[in-house]
């Protein structure tokens, strides 16, 4: 009596399978409920079936265990041939550090290699790989669910006809349409419906799963969701880039800021070497970026200054601007960072000045990955301008760091002053280095911080 209880509930878990559609055949909804895929017993266990290196994964304490060589473990049902078009999926996982998984939906059975078709949500909280726990891979990356190694943590998938919506923990870190010219019977990856499947990375990797469940939804016309309201995008963040008092490569360097929707600038030469915070009653920008190494600053131009910043206006202090405002102390405080031009008393203590060397090959380590600036930047070289002997305030929170004996350990920084958001960067002196892709993705994410839009 037991078996034939197993076998109903698998069969019915078919039944209950999203909306299918067979050639001379109407398509059929199945009834709201949730349907467990797993439920921890050993009969469940036989509603899955595992592709290569079927010893990737294993059942213990209610729990599916994926460690091992590559392998995906599909849901097949007692018939195999489970179908899920729309439906919500909920799973309990947790990670071990460095483990790197996914959980795969409208995909299909195969003997070997990565599912060719369908879509994956990535399981990865601290794996050396970018794409972390709630992303869409190849379709949008995260980095910031709410998900821990060596914690439960909650996926949940709603996938209703193009629109598919994933969250973490009941955060929502997907919202994602299909465009129309995404075939629905299988083109590349996606496909109009199919079953799940879990991922076995490598060796490594020890993930599991448990509560596994799906709940189909409606199909046809009452199951387009409303329209929403359309999002009014967001204005471009207006900055301000600040030149005057040292020469630089003009076409090459403003090329950093080109290319971004997002972003939108206009340079401020000053003349005066300050003006630009002479009067700030119309003041217009969301960022102030500083590449100048000008000197002269009143009392009142810097009061101005400091207003802005307390108003919450972003600073971006680039490579010579460190050098900036040499007899202002308060400057350093503000931007962290301070090229010293000559020898300085500071504090009582006698500062020898800074040095420089041009066309240095540098490496560049990222000493915080997790900040919203580097976050899936990795290690990378740069042919630029080194720095030895500055000055950075003790409270800064390092991003970047160099071994280069000619350059200071520490890059680029991020801090606070009043209410503004300030990254110091120290690279940046000519054309090879504003080409540097990894300079010029790290400008503007900075950029994009210290407006508030990054987090």
């Not at 849901?75 to 990670?95: C, L, Q, S």
Request: glycine residues 10%; hydrophobic residues 30%; contains cysteine.
């Amino acid at each position: 009596m037991a078996r034939k209880l197993v076998l109903a509930v698998l069969f019915a878990s078919v039944l209950f399978a999203g909306c299918q559609t067979g050639q001379g055949q109407a398509a059929t909804c199945a009834d709201e409920g949730w349907i467990r895929l797993f439920d921890g017993t050993p009969n469940s266990w036989k509603g899955w079936k595992a592709s290569e290196n079927k010893d990737t994964f294993t059942t213990r304490d209610g729990m599916i265990v994926a460690q091992g060589p590559r392998s995906h473990l599909f849901y097949a049902g007692p018939v195999e041939n489970a179908n899920f078009t729309n439906f919500e999926f909920k799973a309990d996982v947790m990670t071990e550090p460095g483990s790197n998984s996914g959980i795969y939906f409208h995909t299909k059975y195969q003997e070997t290699g990565w599912p060719s078709k369908g879509y994956e949500v990535q399981v990865n909280n601290t794996h050396k790989d970018p794409k972390k726990t709630g992303g869409l891979y190849a379709v949008k990356d995260v980095f910031d669910a709410p998900a821990k190694d060596n914690e439960w943590f909650n996926q949940h998938i709603i996938v209703q006809g193009k629109n598919i919506t994933i969250k973490v923990n009941g955060k929502t870190m997907v919202e994602y349409t299909e465009p129309e010219e995404v075939g629905r019977s299988g083109s590349g990856r996606k496909i109009s419906s199919g079953t799940f499947a879990l991922q076995g990375h490598d060796p490594k990797s020890i993930v599991y799963y448990k509560n596994i469940m799906v709940k189909p939804l409606p199909c046809g016309p009452e199951a387009k969701p409303k329209p929403k309201a359309k999002e009014q995008p967001k204005a471009p963040i207006k900055i301000v880039v600040v030149t005057g008092g040292h020469r630089f490569e003009h076409e090459p360097f403003f090329s950093v800021f080109k290319g971004h929707d997002d972003i939108k600038y206009v340079e401020a030469l000053q003349k005066d070497h300050s003006e630009i915070f002479e009067d700030i009653s119309k003041w217009d920008y969301d960022v102030i970026v500083l590449y100048n190494m000008t000197q002269k600053i009143s009392p009142q131009r810097r009061k101005n200054f400091i207003s802005l910043l307390n108003r919450g206006v972003g600073l971006v202090v680039l490579h010579h601007a460190m050098g900036a405002f040499q007899s202002w102390p308060g400057y350093k405080k503000i931007s962290g960072g301070k090229y010293y031009t000559k020898a300085t008393e500071e504090g009582g203590v006698e500062r020898p000045g800074s040095t420089f060397k041009h066309d240095e090959d540098m490496k560049i380590h990222i000493a915080n990955s997790k900040h919203p600036i580097t976050r899936g930047m990795s290690d990378f070289e740069i042919h630029d301008e080194t720095y030895k002997n500055c000055g950075h305030q003790k409270n800064n929170q390092v991003l970047l760091t160099t071994d280069h004996p000619n350059n200071d350990k520490t890059i680029a920084w991020v801090r606070r002053y009043g209410k503004a958001k300030v990254c110091g960067i120290q690279l940046g002196h000519d054309g090879k280095a504003y080409a540097n892709p990894n300079y010029r993705r790290l400008v503007a994410q900075a950029i994009r911080w210290t407006a508030g839009r990054l987090n």
